[in-house]
C-alpha cells in the first residue's frame, strides 16, 4: 500500500514539476509549425515570430502578422484607413503559455485549466502604425494546444466602443489539427457599427461557422454558412431602409481534378428606386472546372498591382481565363429570385461549356463551343411598374425577346453552336467580332 502512494506521488510530480519543462519544447515546436503554416498557405497574411522565450513552466513569444494590400479592395481600405487614422497597421500579438500535462501555472489566470495538453495560453493583441504607435484591442485570445499538436483558439471581445467603432458582445474561434491541413472556424457578433464622415455602416447578430483546407493548386476549398440579423447604413441625409436578415452558405471541394462549388444566398429587406421593397434569394452551382487552371488563374489575379485599373484586369489575366474555358466547366443558376411587393421575377440559366484542345482555343471557339439554356418570368405588375420607369423596356415585347403567357411575361432561350432563338426566333451573334 505504501509503495502505491509513493509511486502515485513519484508520477504526480513528474507531472506538475517535470513534465512542463518536456512538454515546453513541444508546444514551441507547436508554435512555430503553426506559424509555418499561416505563412505558406496565404499571400494577403504574413506571419513573423519576433520572440520566443521558453521557462521550466510557462513561456512567452511575440508575433507580428502582416496584412498586404490586395487583402481589402480599395474603399475597403480607404474605409478602413479613415477609421484607423492612418495607412493599415501590423498586428502584434503577445503570447504566455502555461505548458505541462497539467498546466498548473495557468491557475493564476483567467480561463486557467488544467486539462492536459502540450499548453494553454493567452494572448492579447495590438495594431502597430508605420510611425510607430500602438494601439491595443479590446479582449483575448485564449487557445489550448493538445498532446497531439492541435489548436483550439478563441477571441473573446466585451462590448465597448472606442471613438468612431462600437460593439457588442463577439467570440471567434480558430481550430487547427497537426495531422491535416484543416482550419475550421465559428463566431458570433452581437452588434459592430462604424462612424466616419458623417457615414454609418454596422451589423447585428452576425454568426458564423465553417472550415476551410488547402488544395495542392493553390487555393483552398471548405465550407462556410453565414447569417446577419440586420445590415445597417446611415447617411448624413438619414438611414437607409436596413437589410436583413441575410443568410449565405458556400461549398467547394476537388474531385479528382476538378472544383466542384455550390452558392446559396438569402437577401430579406432593403429597397429599389420606385419598387418598394425586396428580397432576393439564389441558389448557383459550378462544376467540373479544371482545377490547376483555377489555380493558374488565383496567381494571375494575386500578382496584380494593389491599384491596378480595373479595366485592366482581363489583360492580365486573359490567359488563365482561357485555359479555365478550355478545360471545361458548367455554371447552373438553379434560382435567382428577385421578390417585390407586386411579384417574384424568377431567373434560371444553365451554361455547359465542354474541355477543347487549349492550343487551338479561341474566344470564337469557345461561344461556337458552348450550350446555355436560359429562362426569365416576370409577373404582369413587376413589368408594368417597369415600364413605367423605362418605357423602352416595351421594344422587348415588339422585337418578340418578352411574351405574354397569362400574367407573366417570358423569356426562353437556347444557345446551341453560336445560334441563339429567344422564344423561338433565331437572335443573330457576331461571332466574328470575338
Do not use: C
Not at 171 to 188: P, W
Amino acid at each position: 500500500m505504501k509503495r502505491s502512494i509513493i509511486a502515485l506521488i513519484i508520477v504526480a510530480a513528474l507531472v506538475i514539476f517535470v513534465s512542463p519543462g518536456i512538454v515546453g519544447m513541444l508546444a514551441d515546436r507547436a508554435v512555430q509549425a503553426q506559424t509555418e503554416r499561416a505563412t505558406a498557405e496565404t499571400l494577403e497574411v504574413t506571419v513573423k515570430a519576433e520572440r520566443f522565450e521558453r521557462g521550466w513552466f510557462s513561456s512567452s513569444g511575440t508575433h507580428r502578422v502582416s496584412f498586404n494590400e490586395s487583402l481589402l479592395s480599395e474603399d475597403q481600405r480607404m474605409l478602413l484607413e479613415e477609421v484607423l487614422a492612418g495607412p493599415l497597421p501590423d498586428l502584434v500579438i503577445d503570447t504566455h503559455i502555461d505548458h505541462g500535462l497539467l498546466p498548473v501555472s495557468s491557475l493564476g489566470r483567467e480561463q486557467g485549466t488544467l486539462k492536459p495538453g502540450l499548453g494553454s495560453a493567452v494572448s492579447t493583441l495590438a495594431f502597430e502604425f508605420p510611425d510607430g504607435r500602438k494601439a491595443a484591442l479590446p479582449g483575448a485570445v485564449y487557445s489550448d494546444i493538445s498532446l497531439a499538436g492541435d489548436t483550439h483558439s478563441r477571441y473573446e471581445l466585451p462590448a465597448g466602443e472606442n471613438g468612431d467603432v462600437a460593439w457588442g458582445d463577439a467570440k471567434f474561434a480558430v481550430r487547427v489539427k497537426s495531422t491535416a491541413s484543416r482550419l475550421e472556424f465559428d463566431g458570433n457578433a452581437e452588434r459592430l457599427e462604424i462612424t466616419a464622415a458623417g457615414d454609418g455602416r454596422g451589423v447585428n447578430g452576425l454568426a458564423f461557422d465553417g472550415f476551410v483546407s488547402p488544395t495542392p493548386y493553390g487555393f483552398s476549398t471548405g465550407n462556410v454558412d453565414l447569417s446577419i440579423d440586420e445590415i445597417m447604413v446611415r447617411s448624413p441625409a438619414g438611414p437607409v431602409l436596413p437589410i436583413g436578415p441575410v443568410t449565405l452558405s458556400q461549398s467547394s471541394r476537388v474531385d479528382e481534378g476538378k472544383l466542384n462549388g455550390t452558392l446559396n444566398f438569402d437577401v430579406a429587406g432593403g429597397a429599389l428606386s420606385g419598387l418598394g421593397e425586396m428580397s432576393l434569394a439564389g441558389t448557383v452551382r459550378v462544376g467540373e472546372a479544371d482545377a490547376r487552371s483555377i489555380g493558374r488563374l488565383v496567381d494571375s489575379l494575386d500578382g496584380l498591382p494593389a491599384n491596378a485599373d480595373p479595366s485592366m484586369v482581363f489583360v492580365y489575366s486573359e490567359q488563365a481565363l482561357m485555359d479555365v474555358f478550355a478545360g471545361g466547366l458548367s455554371i447552373d443558376v438553379e434560382q435567382l429570385d428577385l421578390t417585390l411587393p407586386s411579384g417574384v421575377l424568377a431567373t434560371k440559366l444553365d451554361l455547359d461549356i465542354p474541355s477543347t484542345d487549349r492550343d487551338g482555343f479561341t474566344w470564337s471557339s469557345l461561344l461556337l463551343a458552348a450550350e446555355m439554356n436560359a429562362e426569365v418570368r416576370i409577373p404582369e405588375a413587376v413589368y408594368a411598374m417597369a415600364a413605367l420607369m423605362n418605357p423602352q423596356l416595351d421594344q422587348a415585347i415588339e422585337m418578340g425577346v418578352l411574351v405574354k403567357n397569362g400574367a407573366t411575361y417570358e423569356l426562353d432561350a437556347v444557345y446551341r453552336k453560336g445560334l441563339l432563338t429567344v422564344n423561338g426566333a433565331p437572335l443573330p451573334i457576331p461571332i466574328d467580332g470575338f
